[in-house]
């Protein structure tokens, strides 16, 4: 199993950033898949998770609005689109797989995205 995370970087206040999770190594439609973050020296934060279809969407408060999760089953592939992005969504994302019984069992290496002026 494989989980690459990519698209982070800095960004302005209020600008915009598309994160994207390449998955590999197993059957990528079965799963739900997630979105966590950290800050330095803080703990985890979910951000977002997915159903395996795309149908169902769910958003922590801090992001609902202004964070859309996506999927692509045909490329492996799900997404973070992030809008009018503040400085206190400054963290490394990690892209995530959950296993039937909702435990992230696989985890990416995260990407740093960083919103400043």
């Known amino acids: 199993v494989q989980l690459v995370e990519s698209g982070g970087g800095l960004v302005q206040p209020g600008g915009s950033l598309r994160l994207s999770c390449a998955a590999s190594g197993f059957t990528f439609r079965s799963y739900w898949m997630y979105w966590v973050r950290q800050a330095p020296e803080k703990g985890l934060e979910w951000v977002s998770t997915?159903?395996?279809?795309?149908?169902?969407?769910y958003y922590a408060d801090s992001v609902k609005g202004r964070f859309t999760i996506s999927r692509d089953n045909a490329k492996n592939t799900q997404y973070l689109q992030m809008d009018r992005l503040k400085s206190k969504d400054t963290n490394v994302y990690y892209c995530?797989?959950?296993?039937?019984?909702?435990?992230?069992?696989?985890w990416g290496r995260g990407t740093q995205v960083t919103v400043s002026s």
């Open positions: 995530a797989r959950s296993d039937p019984y909702r435990s992230l069992d696989y």
């Open positions: 997915i159903d395996t279809g795309g149908g169902d969407t």
